[in-house]
């Protein structure tokens, strides 16, 4: 699909969401994300085009995760090109509206996105499938733990696409926020430097294919100040992965009902599940490398 059919859809799906807001408000004292997270997809698109890159490539027919979703426009989205799965995670307790925006729009949109309500830095990623496409769009800078949530990432998934705050600097910087330092917003933690991005992807098993800056401050970004707010858009790729694709790890039957706490038994169960298949792929590895290994022995 040309880049200028996605756009085109980009304009339907927000025009259909902006009606569904307005026919669909949420419970007192919660409001729908006022930040328009979909408004990003205008923006990526000539970035993907000048390296010859369709974003159609990434999604249909792909298992797709969208990693702090917000009210989940993004994940939407990309469930209207024909993905095998979209799975999207995002905190509650951090949320704008706790997610019941996301349950709502899910309900009226008919979707069958799988929201994860939890913590990333709780999450137990083992328990996570495979993903061929991740999209992490301004959710860098709300994580605690940057880097250990990319080599997690860096395990489950093929193509990371990120968009993050940054500030000019030649160096490798992270400026660290006080509470509520940048924005008023204290789930705000770090602001870093294209080069320390850069590096943190590369020692998080992530190679850059490249990096393209999306605001006009280019030199005279800052971590505080809003009138000079750096943002960088990365496409970057899983660094062991060869020409043949890796085997997907096996789907979870629901992954809303696997994480659910309220539903114990089917998280045993699918905990079970996966050590079984883990258990059995160690166990096939360790054969072929005793095969291989024996192979080279004199006779």
Same mark, same amino acid.
């Given at each position: ?61 792909? !298992? %797709? ?6 009210? *989940?426009?993004?994940?939407? &989205?990309? $469930? =209207? ?114 080069? !320390? %991005? ?6 998080? *098993?992530?190679?850059?294919? &490249?990096? $393209? =800056? ?86």
């Amino acid at each position: 699909m040309a880049s200028a059919d996605v756009f085109q859809e980009y304009k339907t799906f927000s025009s259909i969401l902006d009606q569904v807001r307005a026919r669909n408000p949420l419970q007192v004292p919660h409001q729908y994300y006022p930040y328009g997270t979909l408004h990003i997809i205008p923006q990526l698109l000539p970035a993907l085009k000048k390296y010859g890159l369709d974003l159609m490539e990434f999604v249909s027919q792909r !298992a %797709l995760l969208d990693l702090g979703c917000g009210d *989940g426009e993004l994940a939407f &989205f990309l $469930e =209207r090109f024909g993905p095998k799965r979209v799975v999207a995670i995002d905190a509650p307790a951090f949320n704008y509206n706790a997610m019941e925006a996301c349950y709502v729009l899910k309900k009226v949109l008919g979707s069958q996105v799988e929201f994860l309500d939890v913590d990333v830095h709780r999450a137990d990623f083992d328990r996570l499938p495979h993903f061929d496409s991740t999209f992490c769009f301004g959710f860098l800078y709300h994580s605690q733990h940057p880097l250990w949530v990319l080599e997690n990432l860096a395990r489950l998934t093929d193509h990371l696409f990120l968009t993050t705050k940054v500030f000019d600097h030649s160096e490798a910087y992270a400026y660290f926020y006080d509470v509520a330092e940048c924005n008023n917003d204290p789930t705000n933690w770090w602001c870093f430097t294209p080069k !320390a %991005l850069a590096l943190m992807l590369k020692r998080a *098993g992530f190679t850059v294919a &490249f990096s $393209e =800056r999306l605001d006009q401050h280019l030199g005279k970004s800052h971590p505080v100040d809003l009138r000079r707010d750096g943002r960088l858009f990365v496409y970057a790729r899983r660094s062991n992965m060869s020409g043949d694709r890796l085997i997907s790890f096996p789907p979870v039957v629901n992954l809303e009902e696997t994480f659910t706490r309220s539903n114990p038994a089917r998280y045993r169960f699918s905990a079970c599940a996966w050590d079984h298949y883990r258990n059995s792929r160690i166990r096939a590895v360790l054969c072929r490398t005793h095969a291989y290994l024996r192979a080279l022995l004199p006779r």
